[in-house]
C-alpha cells in the first residue's frame, strides 16, 4: 500500500474582486476611444474652421444629416450585439421611403401612411428572422437576400421614373423644426440612443441582448430566450430602419432609387468605429455607436467647409475604422469585452 | 519649476482653438462667393471636369468658391445646399443626378435667398442650363437611323433602348428622340423588333439587364442601340461582347463621354456630344456674371426655355477623333477668351 496521501485542497483563493474606478473605466471603457476620436476631431474643427463649426447653423446641418443613421444605427446596434448583422437595413430605409412616398402620393394622412409602412418594416423584419432564428439561415446571406429583393421591390414601387415627388409642407416644416438651435428630430434620436443605450446596459433584456450575442449556448444554459430576444432585437433593426425611411421622405420631399443606397456600409462602419463588433456579438454601445456616427459626420463637414476635395472623405473614414479595429486589438479584443 | 495646473491646461486647450478660429473669421474678406455641388457619380469623368472649369472660372472672375460632392445621394445634396447657404454664398451651381431632392433644395435655397442654377435636370425653382435634350435625342437618332439604312437597308432585328429611368422626363426626351430620330429615317421598323432595358445610364450598373434582353431576344444578331448616354448605350455592347453577339451590333449615344481617346469601342458607331465639362461657362456667362454685377436675370426654369441653352454636337466616331480628350479639352476651354464655349471650340459639325 502506498504511503500516498490525498493532498489537501488549498484553500481556494478569494475571488479577485475589479476595484471600482470611475475615472480608469471613462479612460478605458467602451466608448472612451471614439469619445477622444470625437473630442479630437472638434478640437481639429476649431483650430482649422474657427467657431462656426460649433455654430449652431452647423451643427444643424450635420444634426438634420445624422437623423436616419442615429435612428438606424440605435437600433440596428440591437441586432449586431445579439450576434446577427442584419445587411438589408439600407434597402429597408429605401422601401420604408418609397412606400410611405406612394401612400402620401395616394392621399393618405400622414399618420396612416406611416403606420402601414412601419408595420410593412416589421413583416420584412419578421421575415429575417424567420429565415435566420427559425431555419438557422447565415444572418449576412439571409439579409443579403433581403437586401436585393427589398431593393427590388422599391424599383417597383418607384415605377419608370425612378422617383416619387410627395412633397408635403407640412410634413417638411414638421421635420425641420428646431428646438434651441437644433433641429428637433436630431434631439429625437439622440434621446432615441440614449434610451437604447440605457435599455443595453440597465435593463434585462439588454442583458439578455449582450449575452446571446456573446456566447449564445452560455445563455441557452443560463435559461435566456435566444430565440425570441434574436427575433426581438431583428425586428427592432427593421422598425428603425422604417423609421429612417419615413424621415428620409420627409426631409427630401420624394423618394428615389437612391434613397438608402449603400447607408448600411455608413451605418455599420460609424458603428465600428465607434466601439460595435461585426463579426461577434455582444460588443457595443449605442453611445459609442452614435459617437461613431458624429466622428464621421464632423470630419467630412470639416472637408466640406475647408472646400477640400470630397474624395477625401472616403480615406479618412477608412483610416478611422482601421484606428478603431487597432485600438479594439490595443486594448485587449475579444479579452477585454 | 514651472508646474501647471490641469485647469489651465483645459483652458488653453478651449481656448487657442477659438482663438484660431476668431482669426481665421477676421481675416475672411467678403467677395462674390460661388458654391458648385458636383454630381459624385464615379461613373464619369465629366462630373469631376464641371468642377474643375467652374473653379477655374471663379477664380477669373476673382471669386471665392466651394466644391462639395452630391456624392449622387438625394440627402447629401441636400446637406451640401445647407452647407451652402451657411457658408454664404451668393449663387449655386449644381448637377443633381438624383433630382428626387430638388424641391427641398429649391425650398432650402429659395428661403436663404440664394439662386440655383442647375444642369441638364429642370427644377421649376432653379435657372436651367442644359442641353436641348429633345432636339439632341432627334439629332442622334437621324444619325443613326443613316448608318442603319445603309449597312441593313433600314432592316434590324431589334432596336434596343437603353433607358436611364430616374432621369424622368430628360430619358423620355434623350432616348425617346432617338427613337423618333431613327424612325424618320426608317419609318417601316415594325413595333415589335422596339425593346428597352433599363441601363441606369451607366456601362457596369446597367450590364445585367443588357445580358438579360440578349438572352431573352437569342436570334437578334443585328442591333440598333440608342440611349440616354453613352454608358447606357455601351451596357448593352458590352454584354453582347460578353456573350459573344457584339459583330453586328451598332450603337450611338449621348453626351459624348465615350468616344473619345484611344479606347472607343469599335461598336459605338457616334454620340451627341454635350461637352458637359464645359457646363460652367454657359451658366457663368448667362446667369452667375449678372447675378455678380447685381442685375439679376429673370427666372427661367424650363428645359424648353432655359436660362442658357447648350448646342447638341452630333458626331461619328471617326469625327471624334478629332475631338481632344476631356483633360485636353479642359485645358483648352479655360485658356480660351472669357465666354468662349467648348461647342464653338471642339464641335466638329458646326
Known amino acids: 500500500m502506498t504511503d500516498a496521501t490525498v493532498p489537501r485542497s488549498a484553500p481556494a483563493p478569494a475571488p479577485y474582486i475589479v476595484p471600482h474606478h470611475p475615472v480608469r473605466e471613462l479612460l478605458t471603457g467602451p466608448v472612451a476611444s471614439i469619445a477622444f476620436t470625437v473630442i479630437a476631431v472638434v478640437a481639429v474643427g476649431l483650430i482649422w474652421v474657427g467657431p462656426r463649426f460649433l455654430s449652431f447653423g452647423n451643427l444643424g446641418i450635420m444634426g438634420a ?9 440605435a437600433c440596428a446596434g440591437f441586432a449586431l450585439l445579439s450576434g446577427v448583422v442584419d445587411l438589408s437595413i439600407g434597402s429597408m430605409v429605401g422601401f420604408s421611403s418609397a412606400l410611405f412616398a406612394l401612400l402620401l402620393t395616394l392621399n ?12 410593412a418594416c416589421l413583416a420584412f423584419g419578421a421575415i429575417n428572422a424567420i ?57 429625437v434620436a439622440i434621446v432615441l440612443t440614449v434610451i437604447a443605450a440605457v435599455v443595453v446596459t440597465k435593463t434585462r433584456f439588454g442583458r439578455h441582448v449582450q449575452a446571446v450575442g456573446g456566447d449564445d449556448r452560455a445563455a441557452t444554459r443560463a435559461g435566456i430566450p435566444v430565440r425570441k430576444i434574436r427575433v426581438a432585437a431583428l425586428l427592432l433593426a427593421s422598425l428603425g430602419a422604417g423609421i429612417g425611411g419615413i424621415v428620409f421622405t420627409a426631409q427630401l420631399g420624394s423618394a428615389a432609387r437612391a434613397t438608402g443606397f449603400g447607408l448600411e456600409f455608413q451605418v455599420y462602419a460609424a458603428l465600428m468605429i465607434g466601439g460595435y463588433s461585426i463579426l461577434r456579438g455582444g460588443v457595443g454601445n449605442p453611445v459609442g455607436g452614435a459617437l461613431g456616427l458624429l466622428a464621421v459626420a464632423g470630419v467630412s463637414n470639416i472637408l466640406d467647409l475647408k472646400a477640400i476635395s470630397p474624395y477625401y472623405v472616403n480615406i479618412i473614414v477608412g483610416l478611422l475604422l482601421l484606428a478603431a479595429v487597432l485600438l479594439d486589438r490595443m486594448r485587449g479584443g475579444d479579452a477585454y469585452e | 519649476m514651472l508646474r ?72 447629401v445634396a441636400l446637406k451640401n445646399a445647407k452647407i451652402f447657404a451657411q457658408e454664404g454664398v451668393n449663387a449655386m ?55 442603319i439604312k445603309e449597312k441593313w437597308a433600314c432592316n434590324p432585328d431589334l432596336v434596343v433602348s437603353a433607358e436611364g ?38 456601362a457596369a450598373v446597367g450590364l445585367p439587364a443588357a445580358r438579360d434582353l440578349l438572352a431573352a431576344n437569342p436570334d437578334a444578331k443585328k442591333m440598333a442601340v440608342v ?95 478629332a475631338v481632344p480628350v476631356m483633360a485636353e479639352r479642359v485645358a483648352k476651354l479655360l485658356a480660351a477668351p472669357a465666354g468662349t464655349t467648348a461647342y464653338s471650340l471642339f464641335c466638329p459639325n458646326k
Open chain 1, 65 to 73: 444629416f445624422l437623423i436616419v443613421p442615429l435612428v438606424v444605427g
Open chain 2, 4 to 75: 501647471i495646473s490641469k485647469r489651465a491646461i483645459a483652458t488653453m486647450a478651449l481656448a487657442v482653438p477659438l482663438a484660431f478660429g476668431i482669426a481665421w473669421s477676421a481675416n475672411a474678406a467678403e467677395k462674390f462667393k460661388l458654391g458648385m455641388a458636383v454630381g459624385g457619380n464615379t461613373c464619369c469623368d465629366w462630373m469631376k471636369s464641371q468642377g474643375d472649369v467652374a473653379r477655374a472660372l471663379a477664380e477669373k472672375n476673382g471669386w471665392d468658391y466651394i466644391e462639395l460632392s452630391n456624392n449622387n445621394d438625394p440627402a
Open chain 1, 108 to 119: 393618405w394622412d400622414p399618420w396612416s401612411a406611416g403606420a402601414v409602412t412601419l408595420l
Open chain 1, 131 to 187: 429565415a435566420i432564428v427559425g431555419f438557422g439561415a447565415e444572418a449576412i446571406a439571409a439579409t443579403l437576400g433581403m437586401l436585393v429583393a427589398l431593393r427590388g421591390i422599391t424599383w417597383v414601387l418607384l415605377g419608370p421614373q425612378g422617383a416619387i415627388f410627395s412633397f408635403n409642407p407640412g410634413l417638411s416644416d414638421l421635420v425641420n423644426q428646431t428646438l434651441f438651435g437644433l433641429p428637433l428630430f436630431f434631439l
Open chain 2, 227 to 321: 440611349g440616354l448616354n453613352d454608358g447606357g448605350v455601351l451596357s448593352l455592347i458590352n454584354a453582347a461582347e460578353q456573350l459573344g453577339r457584339a459583330d453586328e451590333v451598332i450603337g450611338w449615344g449621348q453626351d459624348g463621354a465615350f468616344i473619345t481617346g484611344d479606347n472607343v469601342n469599335p461598336h459605338l458607331a457616334g454620340s451627341v456630344f454635350y461637352f458637359l465639362e464645359g457646363y460652367a461657362v454657359y451658366a457663368i456667362r448667362d446667369v452667375i456674371a449678372p447675378i455678380a454685377a447685381g442685375q439679376i436675370p429673370p427666372l427661367k426654369a424650363a428645359a424648353d426655355n432655359p436660362a442658357s441653352r447648350v448646342e447638341p454636337c452630333p458626331v461619328s466616331a471617326e469625327q471624334a477623333k
Open chain 2, 93 to 147: 451651381i449644381q448637377f443633381n443626378g438624383q433630382p428626387a431632392s430638388n424641391p427641398a433644395i429649391s425650398q432650402a435655397m429659395t428661403a436663404a435667398k440664394v439662386p440655383v442654377v442647375t444642369y441638364d435636370i429642370a427644377d421649376p425653382g432653379m435657372y436651367f442650363v442644359g442641353i436641348d435634350n429633345l432636339a439632341a435625342g432627334i439629332a442622334g437618332g437621324e444619325q443613326l437611323g443613316k448608318v
Open chain 2, 165 to 202: 429611368a430616374a432621369a424622368g422626363i430628360v430619358n423620355e426626351w434623350r432616348t425617346g428622340g432617338m427613337r423618333t430620330g431613327l424612325k424618320k429615317i426608317c419609318p417601316d421598323i415594325p413595333a415589335e423588333k422596339w425593346v428597352s432595358f433599363e441601363s441606369q445610364g451607366d
